[in-house]
């Protein structure tokens, strides 16, 4: 398997890919081809997740790894939880900090450590709108040859989100930046576009425009859509909360790749540009806007050039809805009040066009099997959701050994300049 980039250099193989994280061009790197796959899968989570992404690693220098990259990984669970009889809730908050990017952080953190030695230094770096910083700040923690710099907006992510971010120390730095995501997204591209900069630290990238962390989210797919034939479900449809793209995407690249999925429908919050670029064909990325899914405030989603990359008409594979705060705060209390369930402010967004699909006018809309995808705990997110449900949130223990420990994170200003100098 060798990969490409979405504007046109290549062919690279994909542990090189890995490594780069992002094509010298500027493009993101894709699979020159998707592999049609039809098992055997295996049952668990991990050796769902092996078989799933084998075809993606054939002759690759990391493919006899693989398996126990996966494992060294994948070492929590994925359930889906019924909440009634069409409606079910992907929870991928139970990995090491609360959020489903644990996924693609650890797997990309077992591959990197495979590919270089202990003896070679490298800086990790990632913009996080949220939850990304402090899963790629623990999937690092510690790991000899790595250091890792988070820069996250301030005041743009919950206190508890904050916290994370600036509770690991050690190999890892924490910088507020005077701006929002997207500035902070801006300055990481900025830094490896700058050949000097890159090489001078040894910049590696972890945010979702790496295929180490876009391929592994497929496993928590390939599960969810497996379990459900297992359980004599008809194949699963999905609404998924999306900011930046990847998670999503990760799900029509399974879908490509022949896994039992069905339609997937993207729920964005007030930052619609996908929803926008789905019903008009135009992309016209803005400045994002502060809203209680913090974690999906990008106003120039990435992962775009993938689904515009693989698809000619992405419109016809993929659609989106965006959701009101006001809506959320609704959702959060009546999902409440009618599961027992307490969910985040961004699996509100999805569980929100799930309650529209199975409200709407489409009647194969209304019909099937709906998977939500839960994408954080509602812990992260409890100055929201607290007063809305009117009760405490259990925090699980994962975080709250974040939690208990200091937290740092020092003021950096929104330009390379000073970021330059913050590497330095």
């Known amino acids: 398997m060798k990969v490409v980039s979405t504007r046109g250099t290549g062919p690279v193989a994909l542990s090189a890919a890995i490594a780069k994280g992002q ?12 592999p049609v796959q039809t098992g055997p899968w295996g049952d668990s989570l991990a050796e769902q997740a092996t078989n799933a992404m084998a075809p993606f690693f054939a002759g690759d220098a990391l493919a006899s790894d693989l398996q126990d990259i996966v494992r060294d990984s994948l070492s929590f669970q994925a359930p889906t939880k019924w909440l009634d009889e069409h409606t079910g809730l992907l929870e991928l908050f139970w990995g090491p900090t609360a959020a489903f990017k644990d996924f693609g952080a650890r797997f990309l953190a077992n591959c990197l450590s495979r590919l270089f030695g202990p003896q070679d230094q490298h800086t990790v770096l990632v913009a996080t ?3 990304t910083g402090a899963a790629v700040a623990a999937a690092f923690h510690r790991r000899p040859g790595f250091r890792v710099v988070v820069l996250y907006p301030d005041n743009r992510v919950s206190a508890r ?15 507020r930046v005077d ?25 590696v990238s972890a945010n979702s425009i790496s295929l180490g962390r876009l391929l592994p989210q497929m496993s928590y797919y390939v599960h969810a859509a497996l379990t459900a034939r297992e359980a004599g479900r008809p194949t699963p449809n999905f609404v998924i909360p999306t900011g930046n793209l990847g998670n999503a995407f990760a799900c029509l690249l399974a879908r490509e790749s022949g ?3 069905g339609k997937v429908v993207l729920a964005s919050n007030d930052n619609r540009v996908i ?17 209680l899914a913090n974690a999906m405030d990008v106003g120039a989603p990435s992962n775009l050039e993938r689904l515009r990359h693989l698809f000619a008409k992405p419109a016809d594979v993929v659609r989106a809805q965006w959701v009101d705060d006001d809506t959320i705060r609704a959702t959060i209390g009546t999902t409440f009040e009618r599961t027992g369930e307490i969910i985040c402010p961004h699996t509100a967004c999805a569980m929100t066009v799930r309650q529209r699909l199975q409200n709407g006018d489409e009647p194969a809309d209304r019909e099937g099997d709906w998977i939500v995808v839960a994408t954080a705990h509602a812990a992260k997110f409890a100055d929201v959701v607290e007063p809305l449900i009117g009760q405490e949130i259990e925090v699980p223990s994962s975080l709250r050994e974040l939690l208990d420990r200091p937290a740092h994170a020092s003021p950096l200003s929104p330009t390379l300049d000073a970021l330059a100098a913050a590497l330095r």
């Open 259 to 261: 896994l039992p999925i």
């Open 161 to 175: 989100q904050a916290h994370q971010l600036g509770a690991f120390g050690d190999n890892v730095t924490t910088y």
């Open 275 to 291: 929803p926008d670029y789905l019903q008009t064909g135009r992309y016209e990325p803005r400045d994002s806007v502060a809203t």
């Open 129 to 131: 709108s949220g939850d």
């Open 23 to 34: 094509a010298p061009d500027g493009g993101l790197f894709m699979p020159q081809e998707i």
């Open 179 to 203: 701006g929002t995501f997207d500035d902070c997204q801006r300055l990481v591209k900025s830094a490896f576009a700058d050949p000097a900069l890159t090489e001078a630290h040894g910049l």
